[in-house]
């Protein structure tokens, strides 16, 4: 395979940018790895308890699943700073998202509903609803998810039946990349 001279300019000229790129992006994991040193020196010298032994405000869950402890606490962090953009509780049965009091998320900027709602929350809703209609699940096994706001304002998503970790993993990749487009649009 041949390249042609443009090719290969525009090679040269854009090596260096990446070389910057990597060199910014090792700094970048440098400062992080020594502010989690730094927490992690701070939560073993403080009465820190682990996510185990914290139980939630029952008036905060639902009535159904007023039994349930949590499992797994989760911080969603914006990937380009680490900036916190909600806190994540992760039951058995079912997972709360609630964006942190400083960021402030009107449902209606984009591409929360066009993006997040539409696409990544109802495509899992309609896969697991063809598993119902084909028997595989019941309803109450299926999918599902709500929003609280007040005034337009996210306070708190709730998803049923998330299933897996992986599940989990890709509705927090989703949401962190959602919030972070919709504080970009806040400016």
Request: net charge negative; hydrophobic share 35%; charged share 35%.
């Amino acid at each position: 395979m041949s390249f042609s001279e443009d090719d290969i300019k525009q090679a040269a000229d854009t090596k260096p940018w990446i070389e910057a790129k990597i060199k910014e992006s090792e700094e970048d994991i440098e400062r992080l790895k020594q502010i989690l040193r730094i927490l992690d020196g701070v939560l073993r010298t403080s009465s820190f308890k682990a996510a185990a032994e914290i139980t939630s405000d029952p008036i905060n869950r639902p009535t159904s699943k007023e039994n349930q402890e949590i499992k797994e606490m989760k911080t969603l962090r914006r990937a380009r700073d680490g900036m916190i953009l909600a806190n994540i509780n992760v039951y058995p049965t079912y997972l709360e998202i609630r964006p942190v009091d400083e960021i402030q998320l009107n449902i209606d900027v984009t591409p929360f509903k066009t993006f997040f709602i539409n696409r990544i929350l109802d495509g899992m809703r309609k896969k697991d609803i063809e598993l119902v209609n084909q028997g595989e699940l019941t309803e109450n096994e299926a999918f599902a998810y709500s929003i609280d706001t007040d005034e337009k304002i996210i306070s708190k998503i709730t998803i049923t039946n998330y299933k897996d970790a992986s599940k989990i993993k890709e509705i927090m990749n989703t949401c962190a990349w959602v919030i972070s487009r919709m504080l970009e649009k806040k400016r």
